[in-house]
């Protein structure tokens, strides 16, 4: 923790005695989400006066950056010269965009904890890149194949077979995620992609028979599992808890939580959710990574207070006793 960050918490701590730290929640909302991030947002900022923080929403699209070379933060909100947060959480999710990284940058340039910091970010979003860092690590992931057209039907069937599952580079929730059960739908599927868009970013990935319509969804929090539930399609192969999926808890073991941990280690990520497909070869493979992932189902399926653990690890990163906590909340120290 630099000496920028004490400060700020410190000055702030003489002035209201009151909260922790503060921090903003970057966010927007995206109307092409089946089921828009409300409750996450809510559960947050309801949390976190009850863990001696101060949070606020904050839309990167009202943001403007001042670049400079002088000792200044350079960061405005609808054009008013704002005081620094002390941390950041970043919930873009599928609308992140390179403004949006550029403000995340500039608040890491200026000494604001992010949880996840801009590199996770931006790596999370791209589902092919994070895949060829965790397989280059020695971690089991579904075959993946870069779509580029025309595609060579023969190589697809060859390297992978069919069924074949078609991706968006980005996507969230389920969305841009389809099944080819055989070779003429895939060919048929992307000659209509190649003729209306194409420049689209598409990957190809091995279909499981195992994962149909079920997978596995652990959410992570500084490399440790806060829970896990096996998420099962009521129809279709898509298990996504947003699209009516059903959900029940997982019992993970050491070998799931020393995965976990790595994948957390290879990403640089605080926070994430993983979505794991089951396969009879190796038990499972890592499908994706979210790093702003969505957690009512979670909450709702596992009994779990996700926000809690959110800022309990923030409680860590600011070296924030017990005690101390306990006095700005007004309570007896236990």
């Known amino acids: 923790m630099n000496a920028r960050m004490n400060s700020n918490i410190d000055d702030r701590r003489e002035k209201t005695m009151k909260y922790a730290a503060t921090g903003w929640i970057l966010w927007r909302p995206d109307p092409s989400l089946v089921k828009q991030e409300s409750y996450e947002i809510d559960r947050l900022l309801e949390a976190a006066p009850e863990h001696a923080y101060q949070v606020e929403v904050v839309n990167p699209d009202d943001v403007q950056l001042l670049v400079n070379s002088e000792k200044e933060d350079g ?41 996840n910091g801009s590199a996770a970010v931006e790596l999370a979003r791209d589902k092919l890149l994070h895949l060829q860092l965790l397989a280059n690590a020695g971690l089991p992931v579904p075959k993946t194949i870069l779509v580029q057209f025309p595609v060579n039907a023969d190589f697809v069937e060859t390297e992978m077979g069919f069924p074949v599952v078609v991706k968006t580079l980005v996507g969230t929730q389920g969305s ?47 490399g440790h599992i806060v829970a896990a539930m096996e998420r099962i399609a009521k129809s279709g192969f898509k298990s996504n808890y947003s699209q009516g999926g059903e959900a029940r808890p997982f019992e993970y073991g050491h070998r799931n939580e020393l995965s976990v941990a790595e994948v957390m280690r290879i990403l640089d990520m605080d926070i994430a959710g993983l979505d794991f497909l089951y396969d009879e070869e190796v038990g499972f493979r890592i499908c ?47």
Not at 86 to 104: E, H, K, Q
Not at 308 to 318: C, G, H, P, Q, S
Request: glycine letters at 8%; hydrophobic letters at 40%; charged letters at 20%.
């Open 176 to 222: 841009g995620v389809y099944l080819c059960e055989n070779r003429e739908n895939l060919v048929d599927m992307l000659q209509f992609v190649e003729a209306n868009n194409p420049s689209a970013q598409l990957i190809l990935q091995q279909f499981l028979s195992e994962s149909r319509g079920r997978d596995v969804r652990v959410v992570s929090i500084g």
């Open 75 to 115: 960061i405005f909100v609808n054009g008013d010269k704002v005081k620094l947060p002390d941390f950041v959480i970043p919930r873009m999710g599928s609308t992140t965009n390179y403004f949006s990284l550029a403000v995340l940058r500039q608040l890491e340039n200026l000494g604001v904890y992010c949880l």
């Open 288 to 334: 994706e990574v979210n790093s702003s992932p969505g957690f009512e189902g979670l909450e709702a399926t596992c009994g779990v207070d996700v926000p809690a653990f959110i800022y309990e690890y923030l409680d860590v990163k600011f070296r924030i006793s017990r005690k101390a906590k306990a006095r700005l909340l007004g309570q007896t120290p236990g």
